[in-house]
């Protein structure tokens, strides 16, 4: 028997037998052969099968869950796995659901972002294959399946549209864009009251925002990510050329393609808005160029992370941050190591080191690794929040720019406030980047023109 003839004749009465039938030739290396010899029927029933070809954080995840948030980028896939999981939801298809939901909700930023994305939309609900496909009622505003399960559509605008109708199912889209977020919500909540365990699936491009806050704090929350560039082979290769290659690592790419929420307080010495007008693309030729250290003052699992930052000064006086080599739970030889090598690839004229817990060991350490390499310890005579308030005014005068993104030290600037960063842990990304520009901006040693 040839593995043609065996994945060939194997049977394909149903969804299940055609996957088994897929996967076995699959594996024989004949899946081209398969599907040229499959009738255009069943090939219909195969792209049907959405959890054949779904990515893991496009599935519904395990366990005793109340709320599904699938946050990601823009054109991660949200769309058709939220359509994916009502369909299923409304005809009680495993793995989405045993018996069918009769009453679900669907709500939107607008009446019209739920026609158009969620119901009509190319990932919507009326694009998905299978036979048992559902009715659009316009003028109702409401899908019906053949089975009888009904979905309605909602708008975050009327969130009084809320109150009356109830659910078993809702789904929730773009809640991050809902102008009425808040009361919307609650309204849908006192309505979910049919059914054993009502469910709600939240798909969303992050903000920071505090119901969202609260939804990924609730205990029946279950959360699942998904960047933009895990859907690349549902993007153009010029969309994932021209917009992710631009926005990667900024703020609004962080958000928008890798889902992140990204957050920042109200008394933080920086914002993300002045380190984006700060962010420029390339370095000019420098007169002077400096490697900072903030040493740890202990190494280990629970040790801080050493603060290793690279910045040069331009012959206008304009200082750039150049790189953010910090390291963590590393040894005084590994940290090292490290920054000396920063500083030759970038043919810098000193390493800066703060000597406040490791004292003569910490540079020490750095004249072991390269004893021709000069060193300036210095000392720390005021307080973290007072050190780095010149350093951001130099960003609100133009004069700081930040050459390239920098997203974990940028995390740092826009958490620091007068009582340090919010969780408590130690700033020495920050910590680096501000004795790196301090040393520049006092520093009367002769210029040396040189270019990155």
Known sequence: MTPARDCLTMPMDSVASLRRALLHCAD???????????????LARLAADWPLFARADQMPPPGDWNIWLMIGGRGAGKTRAGAEWVRGMALGLPPFATTPAGRI?????????????MIEGVSGLLSLGGAARPAWSPARR????????VAQAFSA??????????????????????RNARETWDMLQFGLRLGVRPRQLV????????????????????????????????????????????YAGTRLGRQELDGELVEERSDALWSRGAIEAARVTLAPPFVRLVVAIDPPASSGRRADRCGIVAAG??????????????????????????????????????????????????????????????????????????????????AEQGRLKFCGVF???EDELCDFGPDGLSGGRSPDRMDAM???????????????IRSL
């Open 407 to 409: 997203p974990e030290l």
């Open 142 to 149: 409401r899908l019906e399946w053949p089975n009888g399960a």
């Open 434 to 448: 501000v004795w790196a520009v301090t040393a520049l901006m006092g520093d009367g040693a002769p210029p040396r």
């Open 203 to 246: 798909t969303t491009t992050p903000r920071p925002m505090p119901l969202l806050r609260a939804l990924m704090a609730d205990p029946r929350a279950v959360l699942s990510r998904a960047r933009t560039r895990d859907n690349a082979a549902n993007l153009a290769p010029a969309f994932l050329e021209a917009v992710v290659g631009r």
């Open 313 to 394: 000064r331009d012959a206008d006086g304009v200082i750039h941050v150049l790189e953010d080599a910090t390291l963590a739970r590393a040894t005084p030889a590994a940290w090292a190591a490290r920054a000396i090598a920063l500083y030759h690839r970038h043919v810098a004229d000193a390493l800066v080191v703060e000597v406040n817990q490791g004292g003569e060991m910490a540079t020490a350490v750095l004249r072991q690794c390269d004893a021709a390499a000069p060193v300036t310890p210095v000392r720390a005579t005021r307080g973290k929040y007072v050190r780095a308030e010149p350093v951001a005014a130099l």
């Open 157 to 178: 605008e009327d969130p009084q549209g809320l109150r009356g109708p109830q659910f078993e199912v809702a789904w929730c889209d773009e809640l991050c864009k809902w």
């Open 28 to 42: 024989a290396g004949l899946l081209t052969t398969f599907l040229d010899e499959l009738p255009p029927e069943v």
């Open 105 to 117: 909700a669907l709500v939107g930023e607008t009446y019209a972002d739920v026609r158009d994305v």
